[in-house]
């Protein structure tokens, strides 16, 4: 199994709040995205990084910011969490752009 | 603007054969991926086609044909553990490796 592994992998938040949701890998891959999966959408970027620093927007990233200050690790923040980011997180690798994406176990953030 | 088109839920029987469909308009094209994934689980990879025709990974297959946006994937000798959704993905123009996912296939295999 790739080694990428999210913290936390369950939380619940109060409306207004900030969250940081993170995403470690020790496989050294360059590329690294934040999906979130809601029934009837599938999963949907977020964000993804292409190197240390170096990131960029997903299709649903309003509400959302990252950070990526070392290869190993891919940040995502909430800035102010609302109810319709009560979703399950998914954080995904790949060492080049045309090859298979490794994610990882999910974080299942409720917003209440 | 990107769409990715696949049946929500399908049945089939257990020792049976089943196609899932696909189909994708997206601005660009780069390769389409297969996705499996168990309720509560991470996605995994299954396949990946970039050229047109068909890629042969023991049960599992999947076809592309770019020209009609089109691909499927082939679950032959169906287990009960097959029972999962199954997630088409597109990566689109640019080199950035970005997955655009359909809404995925939910299977239920029957003994």
């Not at chain 1, 891919?74 to 690798?93: G, N």
């Not at chain 2, 049976?16 to 389409?32: E, K, M, P, R, W």
Request: charged share 20%; aromatic share 12%.
């Amino acid at each position: 199994d790739a080694g990428i592994t999210q913290s936390p992998r369950h939380k619940v938040t109060e409306t207004g709040t900030p969250v940081t949701l993170r995403c470690h890998q020790t496989e050294n891959h360059r590329y690294m995205y934040w999906y979130r999966q809601d029934p009837g959408h599938g999963l949907r970027l977020i964000h993804y990084s292409y190197g240390v620093k170096d990131t960029d927007k997903g299709e649903v990233s309003d509400g959302y910011s990252v950070s990526r200050s070392k290869t190993e690790d891919f940040l995502l923040t909430l800035e102010s969490a609302t109810s319709s980011q009560t979703s399950v997180y998914f954080c995904a690798i790949s060492e080049q752009t045309n090859t298979e994406a490794f994610f990882g176990q999910g974080t299942r953030l409720t917003v209440v | 603007g990107q769409n990715i088109d696949q049946p929500t839920e399908m049945t089939a029987t257990e020792g049976a054969i089943v196609q899932i469909n696909c189909t994708y308009q997206t601005s660009g094209f780069n390769g389409l991926f297969w996705y499996q994934q168990h309720a509560g689980e991470a996605p995994t990879f299954l396949s990946y086609n970039v050229l047109d025709g068909l890629e042969e990974k023991g049960r599992f297959s999947s076809f592309l044909s770019r020209s009609k946006g089109y691909s499927y994937l082939l679950l032959k000798e169906l287990q009960m553990k097959d029972s999962a959704s199954y997630l088409c993905a597109v990566t689109g123009s640019g080199n950035t490796g970005k997955l655009i996912f359909g809404q995925g296939t939910t299977l239920q295999v029957k003994p």
